[in-house]
């Protein structure tokens, strides 16, 4: 009887969970939605966006799953034990173990499915979707500009921009530099953008403009730059280098887990430019990289053993309750994620051990109250 009541549950646990997983991403692909239509209206390629649009979907997978698998738990043994389905097999000789066994088995089976896709699959396809969006600024630099962010992917140069309409810039702040010294700042109000894709050159119609030119051997000393104001000014970029530079370097968020070992290892020969003086903070992102795909993956059997208690208490009956105990649960869990990556700057602090602290505190609580109340 227990293996019929068990195909029963876990086929209605798995359709929650399906559903689940199929809402978490339409909402978290909203905001691609929306650069893709803005993509569009530049006149980039329908076939372009949809590769990298695609390729967005491992990575957000990896947070997806855990997610859903938390919330589809909370809500699958609330409604059991709301409708008395668990007090019903308990006084039919059932175990709580015995119920919750097969729930832990898919728990673990996501674990290993989350692992692939942390280790593997997504840090490929964040690579491969990097790449194409260097594709994309072939046909139009101007999409490598995002509001309100400082854009470094131009050589030499850090631009920002307030808003962005089409070919026109508002609230415009350019920082240009000769090698890691800062050369000269260009502020400006509006903008307008003229690319030419067949000599490789963005010129930027600055209007409203302000010039402050560094000293060159004593940059930060504001009393020795020179200030010059113009009504417009045209400032030219050479995105030629930039098109055919081809080679992307890889992050550690672009490499697979066996490559991310062999870099913490060998800093030295993944990034061969760095200076020394980074390389133990860059040994120390990788490694905080590591655990926390680690972390992701092992979460979705933490989060049922967590769910099986907290989700079989008499009292719940609402199925919004479920829904916020799993978002606080994962804010929560998130926290610990977010915590280590603040922390990668500063080796002696260990940032790579936070994320595993969630994990584990979740798979002991999970356990002791499980085994409390078998």
Known sequence: MIRV????????FLKSFLLCVAVLTFVMYIGSIVKAIDFLSRGASGMLIMKVFTLN????LSFVIPMSVLTAALLQFGRMSADGEITAMKASGVSLLQIAAPFLVVGF???LLCLYLNAEVAPRSHFARRQMLSELSKENPLTLIEEATFVDNFP???IYVGRKDGNHLEDIIILQFDGPRKRAEVTAKTGDVDFNPDSGTMVIHLHDVRLDEFD???????NKRRTLAAQSYPLTFDVARLIKKGKINKKPSDMPLPELLRSIRDVRT????????????MRTKMAVEATTNLSLALSCFSFILIALPLGMRPARKETS???WLALVLFLLYYLFVIIADSLSKFPQYRPELI????????QIIGAHLLWRNR
Do not use: Q
């Open 5 to 12: 009541f068990n195909r029963h549950f876990l086929a209605d």
């Open 57 to 60: 979907i491992p990575f957000t």
């Open 109 to 111: 089976l996501l674990s």
């Open 156 to 158: 030499g140069v850090r």
């Open 216 to 222: 060159k051997d004593d940059p930060s000393d504001l």
């Open 270 to 281: 993944a990034f061969p430019t760095l200076a020394e003086d980074a390389v133990a903070r």
């Open 321 to 323: 309750n479920g829904i």
């Open 355 to 362: 994320p595993m602290i969630p994990v584990v505190a979740l």
